[in-house]
């Protein structure tokens, strides 16, 4: 059955022309209230972006994603393999917070908050219009021989963009080993660290490719978020929406005609000149409907407000909008579904903040040694042997550190010159002790032991381990 005409565009992509050949998109330089706006929010999302990594909380990387080591950073705030549920839960919360937001307010997050079309619109196709020109140029230029002025234009463009690229993998390594590792890779001299210049060399190598020619397809195609939205929106999400009923009325969009009364007509607002579809970088046309391929990033409502003032018609033909405000006039409302997302997000945030208040800044962990029974010593003393790990997860050494035995008489001796030692920062100290009890304060052949670790003669915590004995002597 052939697709009517009104229907076609759900057939086929924007960047992809019917041969099955790259369609280059050519956007029109948006500008507007809204593009101010995003511009402002950029500016801060990027001076974020690039100093996290570089901002320190008491010792602690702001952000740091280490996944090599397993240790992640959130807000200067450590996780260590230890508080991998920690960082499941928050990770979690992420998922349910984007989904709330994309459940109320669409694709958001792509058009206002997402590095890649921050980086992608407000950086490096910025450059692009600096050194290329708007659309109209851009698209003759792509056109034209490859003379001098091409050269020049793209080989000056191919350098900015690889420089960028390199700063931008500079900076993911340091969110990626930390910050610190990273300079002293960089004064050290690159090739000290052939392994990490490498990695360096290929992260650059991918954000050139996505930013100067993948571009747009990342969301159109690659992204899994993207892919989301056709089962996290309805229509009472709010997206950005053509007035299909304000801009067709009752005998469809026409071209506009100085003196002629279009509502008399029964014609539309909408004065079908395209520049809603030239300004999108995605390449679609709004005027079709929500359409996966949409990141929000609000360039029509923009454009099409320029021309409705130009023609002296209200603005916002373009809009945020929920498909429910635009047929019957419903203002925006929470509906079940986003109160039930609220109500676990604030279950989990509970949760983690509980967690968070609950975890110790030391973790022990003493185990017997596998394989290995008591041993009845001399006076009625039974033995084992354990192995025991700590886990420092401050920045400061934590010194003169030693074990005592809580829930019975005993002693607990170190396989080691001293009965002390220390545990530096973010680091860990494992070894081997003796636990010795007297057999007559045992309870059967098995017993549970607390043991209390102390720093200074101060105890900072504690933990459990079996204790085998003689079944014979119960
Ligand atoms: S910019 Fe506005 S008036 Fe022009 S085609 Fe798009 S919706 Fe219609
Ligand atoms: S349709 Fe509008 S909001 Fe959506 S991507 Fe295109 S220009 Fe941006």
């Not at 958001?108 to 079309?117: A, H, L, V």
């Not at 130009?310 to 635009?326: D, F, Q, T, V």
Request: glycine share 6%.
């Amino acid at each position: 059955m052939e697709t009517p005409e009104n229907e076609v565009f759900r057939d086929s992509i924007a960047t992809v022309t019917s041969e099955g050949k790259r369609a280059w998109i050519f956007p029109k330089k948006p500008s507007g209230k809204l593009y101010d706006y995003r511009k402002m929010v950029s500016y801060f999302l990027l001076a974020f972006l690039f100093l996290s990594p570089f901002i320190k909380i008491n010792g602690n990387q702001f952000l740091m994603f280490n996944i090599l080591e397993r240790r992640f950073n959130i807000f200067g705030f450590p996780f260590w393999p230890q508080d991998f549920h920690l960082f499941v839960i928050s990770m979690i919360i992420g998922v349910v917070f984007v989904t709330l937001f994309t459940v109320a307010f669409g694709r958001i997050f792509c058009g206002w908050i997402c590095p890649q079309t921050i980086f992608m619109e407000m950086v490096f196709r910025r450059i692009e219009y600096l050194i290329e020109g708007d659309r109209g140029k851009q698209m003759r230029l792509a056109k034209q021989p490859w003379n001098a002025e091409k050269i020049r234009k793209k080989g000056l463009k191919l350098i900015i963009f690889l420089v960028i690229s390199f700063l931008i993998a500079n900076v993911f390594l340091a969110y990626l080993i930390g910050s610190d590792k990273l300079i002293t890779y960089i004064t050290d001299g690159p090739f000290e660290h052939t392994s990490t210049l490498i990695s360096l060399l290929i992260f650059t190598a991918v954000f050139y490719f996505v930013f100067a020619w993948f571009r747009e397809q990342v969301c159109v195609i690659a992204c899994p978020y993207g892919r989301l939205q056709g089962v996290l929106l309805d229509t009472k999400s709010i997206v950005v929406a053509y007035d299909h009923k304000r801009g067709e009325a009752e005998n469809g969009r026409k071209k506009f005609r100085k003196s002629e009364n279009r509502q008399a007509l029964g014609f539309g607002d909408c004065i079908d000149c395209f520049q809603c579809v030239n300004v999108c970088p995605t390449g679609i046309d709004i005027r079709n409907g929500t359409q996966m391929e949409c990141v929000n990033c609000t360039a029509c409502i923009d454009e099409c407000d320029h021309i409705m003032e130009s023609i002296n018609l209200p603005k916002g033909l373009i809009r945020y909008a929920s498909e429910e405000n635009i047929e019957k006039k419903v203002p925006f409302k929470l509906t079940a579904r986003m109160k039930g997302y609220i109500a676990v997000l604030i279950i989990l945030i509970g949760l983690l903040t509980g967690m968070l208040f609950l975890r110790n800044e030391v973790e022990a962990t003493v185990l017997r040694l596998p394989g290995q029974l008591y041993e009845h010593k001399e006076n009625n003393v039974i033995s084992n042997v354990f192995t025991y790990k700590l886990v420092n997860k401050t920045t400061k050494n934590i010194e003169d550190v030693s074990f005592k035995l809580m829930s019975h008489d005993g002693t607990i001796n170190l396989v080691a010159t001293s009965n002390t030692f220390e545990v530096p920062s973010q680091g860990i100290a494992e070894g081997t002790l003796f636990v010795e009890i007297d057999n007559s304060a045992l309870s059967g052949d098995r017993n549970k032991i607390k043991i209390g670790v102390y720093a200074d003669d101060k105890l900072i915590e504690t933990t459990t381990a079996n204790f085998l004995g003689p079944r014979s002597y119960r």
